[in-house]
């Protein structure tokens, strides 16, 4: 009976807790190592260093739920965080665009968001919690302090634009000075506009390229939000997903219905101190205003080669439209992930005769998607890369680039350099902001 009672025991409880335990064992190894192996070609490619505020894991406190993981809105098209020996742990650093939503879905406290690494450290001014400067009446919202993800940088111009409504303003608007001047009309500076506008506040944006900003530049189809958010005299905006196309032209429809003060082609040039407040000096004029909001990207203005014949027409610093290249000969300078989607996009269209210039040996900073979509295009001959090179001189029919000792002058009607951009960290310095490098500071 004994031994009945045993066998029956063994077969209707300790069997099937076994199976099912050795099946949950083998799903994490397989786990663990796809984790693993994602984590050696990030960094084979060079993609170890996060673009903005990503986290930080305590493994002391870490206990390998996996609810971070869950948690990422990134994670069904990247693998940004993974487990290795039961662990959570950041596989791939670079598609982190700080969302933040891990932190927050962690029971254990054991992750904390950060900026900056110890290798690549990030220019972050300081801020406070209202969003203002060390400068009394100047403040920062969105990209510029950090937060790059479009919906975190719609907040801030929100949250900013009521700091400074709370400011005890004296909405004196018969004084022609405005209560604020808003700088730059991309997601946070958009929001603020839109904010001032529904506070009724003497407002007036300024933005140096078009409505949009740094999302005007991005390739065209690339998906740039995935969440919904709302926007002041709009409401909720239902987007799961969406094209920079769709949400540009939503915009516009936003600012023309909302009749809101944008002033487009305009740059900043100075702000200066007075007793009323400050002087903004643009380049279409100068400005009173008691206050002053920066939704400045961290783009900034593009680098350029310093070469003769980057002034003429044809030569651009982003891509917009690749239709408008087809049937030309288009040289891409650079070997960042814009640069290799511009060349990508544009190759696409029909026709055209595509180079890539990069003074490096390797696009080691560029996504492995990037990088393998040239490597294709390549193989198909419909793509030129000339690796450690320099153009070294443009003219109205070719470009010549410099290779070792030898020169390579090829035909060209276009030219896109794609050589990043200079920060306005000195700027921001010159008109009395602290700036500091965050090298892994929560």
Request: hydrophobic share 35%; charged share 20%.
């Amino acid at each position: 009976m004994n031994i009945f009672n045993s066998l029956w025991f063994y077969s209707y409880y300790l069997i099937p807790i076994a199976v099912i335990w050795g099946i949950y064992l083998a799903i994490r190894t397989i786990r663990h190592k796809k984790s693993k192996l994602s984590r050696k070609q990030a960094v084979k490619s060079g993609m170890t260093e996060p673009p903005s505020l990503h986290p930080v894991i305590d493994h002391t406190l870490c206990l390998g739920c996996g609810y971070c993981i869950n948690a990422c809105p990134e994670q069904k098209s990247h693998q940004v965080l993974g487990l290795i020996a039961g662990k959570s742990n950041l596989i791939t650093p670079a598609y982190c665009i700080g969302h933040g939503a891990c932190e927050r879905a962690c029971p254990h406290k054991a992750i904390t968001l950060v900026f900056g690494t110890e290798k690549r450290g990030i220019d972050i001014p300081e801020v406070k919690p209202n969003f203002e400067t060390n400068q009394k009446g100047i403040y920062i919202a969105g990209e510029l302090g950090g937060m790059g993800l479009i919906r975190n940088a719609i907040e801030q111009g929100k949250q900013a634009v009521e700091s400074i409504k709370q400011a005890n303003i004296n909405n004196n608007n018969a004084d022609g000075i405005l209560d604020v001047l808003i700088v730059g009309a991309g997601p946070a500076g958009f929001a603020a506009t839109l904010a001032a506008a529904q506070h009724r506040l003497n407002y007036i944006t300024i933005e140096q390229d078009s409505l949009g900003g740094t999302v005007f530049h991005y390739p065209r189809g690339k998906v740039v939000m995935t969440a919904p958010v709302k926007l002041p005299l709009v409401g909720k905006v239902m987007f799961k997903e969406t094209t920079k196309e769709k949400l540009l032209d939503f915009w516009k429809q936003a600012e023309e219905k909302s009749k809101v003060k944008i002033r487009y082609k305009e740059r900043l040039e100075s702000i200066i101190r007075t007793e009323y407040g400050f002087e903004v000096k643009t380049t279409q004029g100068m400005y009173q205003s008691r206050t002053v909001l920066l939704t400045l990207g961290r783009r900034g203005t593009p680098r350029k080669l310093g070469i003769q014949g980057e002034d003429k027409p044809k030569v651009v610093y982003s891509l917009i439209d690749p239709a408008e290249y087809q049937g030309k000969h288009v040289l891409v300078v650079g070997g960042g992930d814009s640069a290799l989607e511009a060349a990508y996009c544009i190759a696409c269209e029909p026709e055209t005769v595509v180079t890539i210039s990069y003074r490096s040996a390797a696009f080691s900073r560029a996504k492995e998607k990037n990088r393998q979509n040239i490597q294709r295009l390549q193989t198909e001959d419909r793509l030129k890369v000339i690796m450690s090179s320099n153009v070294v001189n443009i003219t109205d029919t070719h470009v010549e680039i410099k290779q070792s000792e030898r020169i390579i002058k090829l035909k060209n009607n276009a030219v896109i350099i794609n050589a990043g951009g200079i920060l306005p960290t000195g700027f921001l310095k010159k008109i009395g902001i602290m700036v500091q490098t965050k090298h892994g500071t929560p």
